[in-house]
């Protein structure tokens, strides 16, 4: 039974967004596609919205406001009703027959987090810039080393799991830095995680890429805050006031 739902976060993806919905509607894993729009403003909409109208199994929603990935994903997590999620970004960096392999790892493994990694196994890998290749090894291998895990592609877009474990995930985040809540607070409750190469064609910031330097710093940032401060933070509240928190007597 075909039971994978996909998440599409896209801000001004008019020349890429047609065509990544097609790559999706080409596998028929996909069960249902939530297309959720970060407030464009250069047409984007207008494109959902006709797929909207043309296929029952996708659903448009459009942000007030214009904050970042995070914030897409945000609004679309709860609308989700697959038994699985897989979230697919509408850049065409990524290729949807992908999802397939994952699919059938996250059937096998429904309390893991399938992650796509673009930096092993040797499937197809066109325009990964040497400065993107750095800096992701280095905060790969930090998040590694901070939650004693190993994970190639901390930054990848594709990410695959339960919909239920999905939804219990509360977040915060609303720009690039998601992608380090997501696995910070998975690896929380649950501790299967699972690669499986992809293949990946990058775009340049001509082309539309979003992506800044910043973002890597703040995934560094964010890697420490998910794992030690958030918790550390936690148990000060709790020391302080048990009653408000546990409601105890």
Excluded at 8 to 13: H, I, Q, R, S, W
Excluded at 185 to 201: A, G, Q
Excluded at 214 to 242: A, E
Aim: charge should be positive; glycine fraction near 4%.
């Amino acid at each position: 039974m075909n039971n994978l739902g996909i998440i599409v976060p896209f801000y001004n993806e008019k020349t890429t967004l047609a065509k990544s919905i097609e790559r999706l509607l080409a596998q028929n894993i996909v069960s249902e596609i939530i297309l959720s729009d970060d407030n464009s403003n250069d047409g984007s909409d207008k494109i959902a919205k006709h797929y909207e109208k043309t296929y029952k199994k996708i659903k448009y929603i459009n942000s007030a406001t214009n904050k970042g990935k995070g914030n897409a994903l945000n609004n679309a997590k709860n609308l989700i009703t697959s038994k699985f999620v897989a979230i697919h970004d509408a850049d065409l960096e990524y290729f949807a027959e992908d999802l397939v392999e994952m699919f059938e790892i996250v059937k096998s493994n429904p309390k893991s987090l399938i992650i796509g990694s673009r930096f092993i196994g040797n499937k197809q890998r066109i325009n990964i810039y040497r400065s993107t290749l750095i800096a992701n090894k280095v905060m790969s291998l930090f998040f590694s080393l901070i939650h004693f895990c190993k994970i190639s592609d901390i930054a990848t877009c594709y990410k695959m799991m339960a919909t239920d474990i999905f939804k219990d995930i509360e977040l915060v985040e609303d720009g690039f830095s998601i992608e380090i809540e997501i696995v910070s607070k998975f690896l929380k409750k649950h501790k299967s995680v699972i690669e499986v190469p992809i293949k990946y064609e990058g775009r340049s910031y001509l082309e539309g890429k979003k992506i800044k330097p910043i973002d890597g710093i703040m995934y560094l940032i964010n890697t420490i805050k998910y794992k030690i401060y958030w918790p550390l933070h936690n148990f000060i509240s709790f020391v302080q006031h048990p009653h408000e928190l546990y409601d105890l007597p």
